[in-house]
């Protein structure tokens, strides 16, 4: 699925008032989901050679990004080195 494509879908599935206060509630995790699957695209990196660079299921991998499974912080790491990157994170003041 191209970027173009994710982006067209999400906007279609925001139509539905509990799916866009589902994805709201988890607007973190869907934010993290979003990123690693942006530059897993960019870059042309299939979930089954993700697997094979992280030693994480592929099924696993595919469950973190249908958003069906919250990954621990050790399994984010090891896809973000599997991406050849690295996560951080700031804490933000709530305006």
Sequence with gaps: ?????????????M???EFAQS???LDLQYAVIQELIKFRL?????????S???GISKSNISRFESGKHSPT???LDKI?????????????NID
């Design 42 to 50: 960019e870059n042309n990196i299939t979930q089954e050679e993700l």
């Design 1 to 13: 699925m191209s970027i173009k494509n994710l982006k067209t879908y999400k906007k279609e599935l």
């Design 52 to 54: 094979k660079r992280t």
């Design 23 to 25: 994805y709201h509630d």
């Design 15 to 17: 139509k539905n008032k």
């Design 73 to 75: 912080l050790k399994m």
């Design 80 to 92: 973000s080195k599997g991406l050849g990157k690295k996560i951080s994170f700031t804490l933000q």
